[in-house]
């Protein structure tokens, strides 16, 4: 019984047999027997499979459009980068990397471009990530050598220090028992291989240090200001700066300057966040002066006092090409706001200035109410925290009467009260209608 059993489970019904030969039922519609693939279905799942054999040799500018989307729709966003980037110039793969790494993604800061995005981005993280004493410059030089072409923004928000230092015995940097570690990443060796990078920013920072704390993090040494001197010239498309909040002090400040003041395409340059003080401002002065193109200087929340405003106010008088000058919560106190304001009587290419914060007062006030009469480019000005009172309120509500292309002055905490404040939006107002082009603020 058991071999009959074993030999009829072997016979197929004819009933069934007959099926295998029918390709559909039109009695079942979701019946059907599957197509057999073609050639360029076939071929284009084996370039999936094998992208990084093939990548070398397949050229996609030469597919199709279809099977060009196709591949790059199911090519893993895991690949190496080093394959990827010189093969892959479609946005839609590069859009899939960014997603699937990062959470937040504005391309529109990137020029509306995803390759652009992945790449400053990944080398943004590896530069961030750079242990010396534990990685190698040997892996930074390999991602640099196919990532330099792509590369017109770099933003660095920590560089981290070496794990085998002493510890710090001192609580402030400087102090006796004190070692500051001093081998952080050389960023000549990086920066001056990327051959198209225009805009620069760099904290010299630590984050999440959590113990492993020390004021030392948290500044520039001078080995960094050594490498940074001597990597600005070579930065020969650099257009924007940023050194914000890094402590920089007066000395370092005029070292880095030095090497800028014949910069040929240098255009913003900001220091807010850092301890500059009077000699610092003088340091800036000579950059001004010089044959460097600046037309916006951030100098927010510094230290620099009445003698560095009048120092200032040297390079505003001369042919200085500054637009935008942002020189707010420092401590000018009202003898160097004053010295900054009789600027404006001659100066014909500023059109932004910031004077918040600064302990300005009456001389300040009456200053502005002679010079506002006589200068034709100022559009912004922000006085916003210095207390005026209801007099100095007066006397900037004369100046900006007789003004025609102001269209925005800040006036908050300044207690002038709120007459004053109503009769100056009044004229801001009838300027702006003068100005059609210009957006209302």
């Not at 600046?294 to 001369?318: D, E, M, P, Q, V």
Request: contains cysteine.
């Amino acid at each position: 019984m058991e071999e009959i059993t074993t030999a009829s489970s072997d016979i197929i019904p004819l009933k069934v047999a007959v099926n295998y030969l029918r390709r559909t039922y039109p009695e079942n519609p979701n019946w059907a027997i599957p197509n057999i693939p073609c050639l360029v279905s076939l071929s284009l799942e084996k370039i999936i499979e094998n992208f990084v054999e093939l990548a070398k040799t397949i050229c996609l500018d030469k597919l199709k459009p279809k099977d060009r989307t196709s591949i790059l729709k199911k090519i893993p966003v895991d690949l190496p980068p080093e394959v990827t980037i010189p093969v892959i110039p479609d946005q839609l793969y590069w859009k899939r990397c960014c997603l699937a790494r990062w959470k937040i993604c504005d391309v529109e800061k990137y020029g509306a471009c995803w390759k652009r995005m992945f790449v400053e981005r990944h080398l943004q993280e590896l530069i961030e990530n750079f242990l010396p004493g534990s990685n190698t410059y040997t892996d930074l030089t390999k991602v640099l050598s196919w990532c330099r072409g792509y590369v017109k923004r770099l933003i660095i928000k920590q560089l981290l220090m070496p794990i085998d230092v002493t510890k710090v015995t001192s609580k402030r940097q400087g102090e006796p028992g004190q070692e500051v570690p001093r081998d952080r990443l050389n960023l000549e060796s990086v920066l001056t291989v990327l051959l198209n990078l225009e805009e620069l920013s760099l904290t010299f920072s630590v984050r999440n240090c959590g113990m492993n704390f020390q004021w030392g993090m948290f500044s520039l040494t001078h080995e960094d200001c050594i490498n940074l001197s001597d990597t600005f010239p070579k930065l020969n498309f650099l257009r924007i700066l940023q050194l914000k909040d890094n402590g920089l002090t007066d000395n370092q400040v005029k070292y880095l300057l030095i090497q800028l003041e014949n910069h040929p395409a240098l255009e913003e340059l900001d220091l807010s966040y850092n301890r500059l003080e009077d000699n610092g401002a003088q340091s800036i002065v000579q950059l001004l002066t010089g044959s460097c193109p600046l037309r916006k200087l951030n100098i927010f929340r510094n230290n620099i006092g009445s003698r560095g405003a009048a120092a200032l106010a040297t390079a505003l008088l001369k042919d200085c090409p500054l637009e935008t000058l942002n020189i707010g919560f420092n401590r000018l106190e009202d003898e160097g706001g004053a010295t900054i304001c009789k600027t404006l009587a001659k100066n014909t290419h500023l059109t932004k200035l910031n004077l918040s914060g600064n302990q300005l007062g009456e001389k300040t006030t009456s200053t502005l109410s002679r010079v506002l009469k006589q200068n034709i480019t100022l559009t912004n000005l922000d006085l916003s925290c210095n207390n005026f009172g209801k007099d100095g309120g007066e006397e900037i509500k004369i100046g900006v009467q007789l003004n025609e292309t102001l269209l925005n002055v800040d006036l908050r905490l300044c207690q002038v009260g709120p007459e004053a404040e109503y009769d100056i939006y009044r004229v801001l107002r009838r300027n702006h209608l003068t100005a059609p082009s210009l957006p209302l603020l």
